[in-house]
């Protein structure tokens, strides 16, 4: 494997293991929230919506090109540069709210009293250190935290899934379409996986298959979010909305955890390490695109990388405790944005170069 | 560069010119037809009984020429070697060589008569086995190439001998399989090893600095061992292995972080006994490592984390400590570091005194005065000794841990996830010699996972490790 590349293996990892994590912590309680007890079926659209473009994505990964030169190629190197910012802007925009998520996370979960606003900053310059080094580099970081992830995630699902009454789910479709809508809603700003993988277009180290694997990899993670959501509705029912923090939540009941204390805080530490990594990601995706658009300069990486931790550092100073209103405005005013740059994109590029191929070949 | 004139005077005295040092010594004798020789010699570091049964006497009934070979039939050292430059034979006489002159000379003659002092071939402290050879490398590089010789009865185990240090001229053998090794990783080697400008290689960790991608790194980039067997079996690998004169420790490359959670030892108990083994060496070092982190953020930040019975016990234990958390346990975690620093160094003797003085004294002394507490002492000694288990990694774990403490004391358990998030990014960026320091578990490499915390049996290992990229892959039949 070449050390400025991403293998599929790589890629499988991101998408069946890491990608889910960041839909543990708030999405659950969202979805029960609008949803009631059908909140499977808007994540289920979702999943499968997102799975297509994810499909749509690797198949543009074959042709080893980058995000910049895919445009550039399609519409001209002003339009390529434009175009390049405004997806960069898109991610910036998008990680917001999961970095938001997180500092809550951490807040209400790793600390018995709340503890002073600067105790996320670390997190800050974790990330500008993360935005020094190539996207590639994510790519063995996936290698170690895939693993984790899924045994993390299997040991919380292992403790809480004896305490969940999965009857609870039943009667399916009883908040009807409306209830549907809005779920979809309200759930749309957490599946933006598809958008993440488009800077890295031309490191993906395509293979025969990569594009379906892919997808169907995404689909299995996908299940996995689903069972936790069952199972957390299972649990909680009718409170399911005011908890928040959902997978810190649902395996506190375990009966063993009286004698042994709070064991489930391993998993939810090693899904706070693989957290991080997956709320780093969109800032270092948008510094890549930015990168694309001005060309590699040689101090450029670092210096997006300090800016764009800097600014989300300052943002979310501003909005410590302001974060109803910015789910508000991501999810409630905002929310066409994630549909559009992330299905929509895709399927717009992929339709341009499978246009472009046929005229070239004719 | 000067050549000898073939005026005997002339010639011995531009080599004392070269070599004016008071330990360089000359002999003048003459043969039984009148040849006169001169043999001009570095006093402590020439075998001086060797020299005269192998050089002088049978020069004394030398009836033959003035001609260096004819002169080199006559000796009987088994390493002669001839020489013009009158530069190049002061670096041999400096080497212990002494150099022989005769009147009439066209080359100077080299007699490989050099003393050698060197300790018997022992067990390393730094390396016991139970199971499996007990032979460590010396200080002699020309011992330590023969313990590797002994081993690879092969004509493809290559031995290149390098000079380093302009002053020292170190002596240093790399070592590598033919066919075996990639042939850019010993290009590699050499060429680094070529670049060093330094006047003096007292050891072989010298090297590492010059051998590392990240020489200012926190993480070891460059393996080590005192065992041939080690040694040998991380050749047969693939790897390139260096010997240094003067130094013990083995150096091997490309460096793999699993290499320390193994031990010779595994390849000779049944393989569910390694695998056991090296997973209780990866837990004991997580343990070592964040189990005092852990008690701190717990007690500052994070109480749930006890079982309530454990936090009553702590609750107790911690009542009427005049210390906060965090500064109880680097207090005691200081002192742990010096007994630890005290102990190395001092002498035997006073080492059972020191082990009294720091169990009895300061441990039982501290916790009845009220100074620390019981929980963190028991905390502090499982964490040293969890550190031993990886002996190697110490230097590196044993900073780790007080950065965890440190981050523990003032962010919290969140604090210790963000450095294992830098630790982890740092150490899948690190590469050296173009192979990735945590493989083979990033990047992946599912047939090399068969040797690393999983031991699979040998028959299962036919292929060399892949990361490796050894041009010769199979290994088993």
Not at chain 1, 188 to 198: G, N, Q
Not at chain 1, 236 to 259: D, H, P, R
Not at chain 2, 358 to 382: M, N
């Amino acid at each position: 494997m070449k050390t400025n590349s991403i293998a599929p293996r790589q890629i499988f990892f991101f998408l069946a293991c890491v990608a889910p994590a960041g839909k543990l912590v708030l999405l659950p309680a969202r979805l029960a929230e609008a949803a009631g007890n059908n909140l499977l079926f808007p994540a289920l659209f979702h999943l499968v919506l997102s799975a297509a473009a994810v499909f749509c994505v690797l198949l543009l990964a074959k042709r080893r090109e980058s995000f910049y030169a895919l445009l550039q190629g399609t519409f001209g190197s002003a339009a390529a540069k434009i175009l390049c910012s405004l997806f960069a802007l898109f991610l910036l925009f998008a990680s917001f709210l999961p970095l938001l998520e997180q500092k809550l996370f951490v807040q209400s979960v790793f600390y018995d009293t709340l503890p002073s606003v600067v105790s996320f900053a670390p997190f800050f310059l974790f990330l500008a250190y993360l935005c020094s080094k190539p996207l590639s580099s994510f790519g063995r970081v996936w290698d170690i935290l895939g693993p984790l992830a899924v045994a993390a995630f299997a040991g919380i699902l292992i403790l809480s899934a004896p305490s969940a009454d999965y009857a609870a789910l039943l009667p399916a479709g009883a908040a009807g379409g409306n209830g549907f809508l809005q779920g979809a809603r309200a759930g749309a700003s957490w599946f933006f996986d598809a958008a993440l993988l488009i800077p890295m277009l031309g490191k993906i180290d395509y293979r025969k298959g990569t594009a379906w694997k892919g997808a169907a990899c995404y689909l299995a993670g996908g299940a996995g979010v689903l069972f936790f959501l069952a199972t957390f509705y299972g649990i909680f029912e009718g409170i399911a909305t005011n908890q928040l923090f959902a997978f810190s939540a649902t395996s506190k009941y375990f009966s063993g955890i009286t004698v042994l204390g709070r064991i489930d805080y391993i998993f939810i530490y090693a899904l706070a390490l693989v957290m991080a990594f997956s709320c780093a990601l969109p800032v270092q995706c948008a510094a890549e695109c930015l990168l694309q658009a001005c060309g590699r300069k040689k101090y450029l990486p670092t210096l997006l990388g300090v800016g764009a931790s800097a600014l989300l550092f300052a943002l979310s100073l501003l909005c410590d405790y302001k974060f109803a209103d910015v789910l508000a405005a991501v999810s409630g005013l905002l929310y066409w944005l994630f549909p559009l740059f992330c299905l929509l994109v895709p399927a717009l590029m992929l339709l341009f170069l499978l246009k472009g191929g046929r005229r070239e070949t004719a | 560069m000067k050549n000898i004139s073939g005026k005997l005077n002339r010639d011995v005295k531009a080599l004392k010119t070269l070599l004016p040092a008071e330990d360089i010594l000359t002999f003048a004798f003459t043969s039984e037809r009148g040849l006169a020789f001169t043999l001009v010699y570095a006093d402590p570091i020439t075998d001086k009984e060797l020299l005269g049964e192998q050089v002088i006497r049978p020069l004394l009934n030398y009836e033959g020429g003035a001609k260096a070979k004819a002169i080199g039939e006559k000796l009987t050292s088994p390493e002669l070697r001839t020489e013009k430059a009158l530069e190049k034979l002061a670096e041999e006489v400096l080497a212990g060589n002494p150099v022989l002159l005769f009147e009439g000379a066209d080359e100077a003659v080299i007699a490989g008569t050099k003393k050698v002092f060197v300790r018997a071939v022992a067990e390393p402290s730094t390396d016991v086995v139970v199971k499996g050879p007990r032979e460590g490398f010396i200080e002699d590089v020309k011992i330590n190439t023969s313990l590797v010789r002994r081993r690879f009865k092969t004509g493809e185990l290559k031995m290149d001998m390098l000079e380093v240090g302009r002053r020292s001229k170190t002596a240093v053998a790399v070592c590598y399989l033919e066919g075996t090794t990639k042939k850019s990783a010993v290009d590699d080697v050499k060429k680094k090893l070529g670049e060093i400008d330094i006047d003096y290689i007292p050891d072989s960790s010298y090297l590492t600095h010059f051998l590392s991608s990240r020489p200012y790194s926190l993480v070891k980039q460059v393996g080590t061992t005192e065992k041939p067997d080690i040694f040998c079996a991380k050749i047969a690998e693939g790897r390139v292995g260096l010997l240094v004169d003067g130094s013990p420790i083995a150096l091997t490359l490309p460096y793999l972080l699993i290499e320390d959670f193994q031990s010779s030892e595994d390849y000779f108990v049944p393989p569910y006994r390694a695998t056991f083994t090296r997973l209780l060496r990866l837990f004991a070092l997580i343990v070592a490592v964040y189990l005092p982190a852990f008690y701190v953020a717990a007690q500052l930040f994070k109480l749930q984390l006890f079982p309530v019975k454990l936090l009553l016990t702590i609750a107790g234990s911690i009542r009427d400590i005049p210390f906060s958390p965090s500064l109880e346990m680097l207090l005691v975690l200081l002192v742990l570091e010096v007994l630890n620093e005290a102990s190395i160094r001092m002498p035997k003797y006073v080492g059972m005194a020191l082990s009294v003085v720091g169990a009895l004294v300061l441990g039982e002394t501290a916790v009845s005065a009220g100074f620390v507490s019981t929980p963190a002492i028991i905390i502090i000694a499982f964490s040293g000794i969890g550190l031993y288990a990886v002996p190697n990694l110490i230097e590196q774990t044993g900073v780790l841990r007080l950065v965890m403490l440190l981050v523990a004391g003032s962010v919290g358990t969140y604090g210790i996830v963000l450095v294992t998030a830098f630790v982890l990014l740092y150490l899948v960026t690190t590469e050296n010699f173009g192979v990735p320091l945590v493989a083979p578990f990033s990047p992946m490499k599912g047939r090399d996972l068969r040797d690393s915390l999983v031991k699979y049996n040998l028959g299962s290992l036919q292929m060399r490790p892949e990361t490796l990229k050894s041009p010769n892959k199979r290994r088993l039949g």
